[in-house]
C-alpha cells in the first residue's frame, strides 16, 4: 500500500488559474517535502514543513503557497498559475532524520 | 550555480559490466550523500547513501566511493542488469539539515543486454 500519494497525477490550467496539489501520507512522518523535477535541474526544495501548521521556505519558492493541515496532509498552492510553472511535482515524507525521503508518484503539471 | 554536478546526463552499459556514476560537490560542509533511483512515471527512492566519515559504502551490488579531498564520489553498479536502468540522482546535505537536499540533475543510465 502507498504510503505516500498524490492528486491529481495530471492537471491542465491555464495562465492565471488556481491550482491546487494535495499530498498525503501515512509514514506517521514528522516532515513532508514539495518538489519541482525539471530535465536539467534535477529535484528543487519549493517548500517542507515539519508539522501540522509548520511551513518552512524552500529553494525555489517564488510563485508558491503550501499549508500543511494535518500531519498527514500536505498542500502546495498556486494561486496565479505562470506557464514557467509547467513541472512534475513530487511530494515526499521523512522522519526527522531526514535521512530517507519517501516520495509519491509525482503530478504532472502543464500551464498554457 | 551547481553545488552538486552529475557529469554524465546519460551512460549505457552493456549487461554483467560495472556501471559508474560520478558527482562532484562544491560544499565542504555537506556530508551526507544520498543516491536515488528513479524509474519512469515513479517518485525517486532511495538505493544508498553514505557519511562523509566514511571512504566506501557497499549494499550488495552497489557501491559508493567517497573522496573528501576532491569533493567526489561515485556510484558503482556492479554485473548490471537491465532492471538497473533509471535515472540516478546524487544529492548532498548538511548534517543538520538533511531536510534540505541538494540535488544533482541526474544520470540515466540504460543498460544493454
Known amino acids: 500500500e502507498a504510503a505516500v500519494t498524490q492528486s491529481p497525477r495530471n492537471k491542465v490550467t491555464v495562465t492565471g488559474g488556481n491550482v491546487t496539489l494535495s499530498c498525503r501520507q501515512t509514514n506517521s512522518h514528522n516532515y513532508m517535502y514539495w518538489y519541482r523535477q525539471d530535465t536539467g535541474h534535477g529535484l528543487r526544495l519549493i517548500h517542507y514543513s515539519y508539522g501540522a501548521g509548520n511551513l518552512q521556505i524552500g529553494d525555489v519558492p517564488d510563485g508558491y503557497k503550501a499549508t500543511r493541515t494535518t500531519q498527514e496532509d500536505f498542500f502546495l498552492l498556486l494561486e496565479l498559475a505562470s506557464p514557467s510553472q509547467t513541472s512534475l511535482y513530487f511530494c515526499a515524507s521523512s522522519d526527522w532524520t531526514g535521512d530517507t525521503q519517501y516520495f509519491g508518484p509525482g503530478t504532472r503539471l502543464l500551464v498554457l | 550555480q551547481q553545488q552538486v554536478r552529475q557529469s554524465s546526463q546519460s551512460l549505457t552499459v552493456w549487461e554483467g559490466e560495472t556501471a559508474i556514476l560520478n558527482c562532484s560537490y562544491e560544499?565542504?560542509?555537506?556530508?551526507?550523500f544520498p543516491w536515488y533511483q528513479q524509474f519512469p512515471g515513479e517518485g525517486p527512492a532511495l538505493l544508498i547513501a553514505i557519511r562523509s566519515v566514511s571512504d566506501k559504502k557497499e549494499d550488495g551490488r552497489f557501491t559508493i566511493f567517497f573522496n573528501k579531498r576532491e569533493k567526489n564520489l561515485s556510484l558503482h553498479i556492479k554485473d548490471s542488469q537491465p532492471g538497473d536502468s533509471a535515472t540516478y540522482f546524487c544529492a548532498a546535505s548538511e548534517g543538520w539539515s538533511n531536510y534540505q537536499l541538494i540535488w544533482g540533475s541526474g544520470t540515466k543510465l540504460i543498460i544493454k543486454p
Open positions: 560544499n565542504s560542509a555537506f556530508d551526507y
